[in-house]
């Protein structure tokens, strides 16, 4: 499995954007990038994922550098909400099923 | 609501007593996970089933572990003689299969062992 680094914790205003940077420099060519949030007393959930081109949904953006090493969750305006442990999980190969967690990044967000 | 339930949601049990739990997936996914988190890490993969079909089972799953999950509905995970070290959130999430498709999770069991 690849590894992951993030940050232990970032803190964000209420309605200011936040970048969630992840490095994964032994990612396999054919690993995807996916992002899942745990939110305080609930279960994990999925935010997005994706391969090599950046990639929006309604929740996030997931910025994904060129060389693949490395990508950045994005969320465009933080509420309260968004306070949680994100995480970055590279999956693919023959273990496409199976998420590996690292210990994430505690995402606070002031009001 | 149609999401991924778990029962119970809390379980205290003495040492050495054995704990079932209980999780219900979403109706039409037929891949369901379970895995434990302990107090500041991440989760961590237990077993995977396809339908009714136990695919992967963690070094983590000591023989004291078993999962079940009869005609690929709901699954069962029991631990037999449980120790202070099983206490932790065990979490359970279904998937419909396919490459890459999002796992949605259950609230957990957290289990505390005396």
């Known amino acids: 499995d690849a590894k992951t680094t993030q940050p232990n914790s970032m803190e964000s205003n209420e309605e200011e954007p936040v970048h969630l940077p992840c490095n994964h420099s032994?990612?396999?060519?054919?690993?995807?990038i996916h992002w899942y949030r745990q939110l305080p007393s609930q279960g994990p959930e999925y935010v997005i994922h994706?391969?090599?081109s950046n990639v929006n949904n309604r929740m996030a953006s997931l910025a994904i550098a060129e060389d693949r090493k490395s990508s950045t969750l994005i969320l465009h305006r933080a509420t309260l909400r968004d306070a949680a442990v994100y995480y970055c999980?590279?999956?693919?190969?023959?273990?496409?099923?199976?998420?590996?967690f690292g210990k994430g990044t505690l995402l606070t967000v002031n009001p | 609501d149609t999401g991924v339930s778990q029962d119970p949601r809390h379980k205290i049990t003495k040492r050495g007593q054995n704990v079932t739990f209980r999780c219900d997936p979403i109706s039409e996914h037929n891949r369901l996970y379970w895995y434990r988190q302990t107090l500041g890490q991440g989760p961590e993969f237990l077993t995977y089933?396809?339908?009714?079909?136990?695919?992967?089972k963690s070094r983590l799953l000591s023989d004291r572990f078993s999962a079940e999950r009869p005609k690929g509905s709901f699954s069962t995970l029991e631990i037999q003689r449980t120790e202070q070290g099983d206490s932790a959130m065990y979490l359970c999430a279904s998937s419909l299969a396919g490459k890459y498709n999002e796992q949605f999770f259950g609230p957990g069991t957290r289990l505390t062992v005396l």
């Open positions: 999980i590279p999956l693919g190969g023959g273990s496409n099923y199976k998420l590996t």
């Open positions: 994706g391969l090599t």
């Open positions: 089933f396809q339908n009714e079909a136990q695919l992967e």
């Open positions: 032994t990612i396999s060519g054919t690993d995807y």
